[in-house]
């Protein structure tokens, strides 16, 4: 509903309908919804950076549409920057306790990955049991 002198005008946003991708005559698909994704609904894009538990269960369960949310395939394509990754994480865990913060993880792997993307990201954090 409108609000009064708020600047914004009130209503729905977008009801639950297919979408076009923009300049397209196909519509988005499962595959273009995952974290990271930017998609533009009514003109305005919107950057996918997170998701409930429900969303990341299905696409770990789907992996043939959701290839970074395989564990497995993700862990293998990083495991070229297994150096690199232990020395960021062992500098992270300076106790040496073997747990280190969510966020943090996530930032060090995407910078030291340059090629992540952040499903990716997130998918591993999941597969180590980041909280």
Do not use: I
Not at 30 to 39: I, S, T
């Amino acid at each position: 509903p409108p609000v009064k002198t708020s600047g914004r005008s009130g209503g729905k946003f977008a009801e639950r309908c297919r979408v076009r991708r923009p300049g397209s005559a196909e519509y988005y698909a499962e595959a273009d919804v995952y974290l990271g994704a930017r998609v533009v609904v009514n003109s305005r894009t919107l950057a996918l950076v997170d998701a409930d538990e429900y969303t990341l269960r299905y696409m770990e369960a789907h992996p043939e549409v959701f290839p970074a949310a395989d564990a497995a395939a993700v862990a293998a394509r990083m495991a070229s920057y297994g150096d690199v990754l232990e020395r960021e994480l062992r500098g992270m865990d300076p106790g040496a306790t073997g747990e280190v913060p969510a966020g943090e993880f996530k930032a060090r792997v995407l910078e030291a990955v340059p090629d992540a993307g952040e499903q990716e990201v997130h998918t591993l954090a999941r597969s180590l049991g980041a909280r």
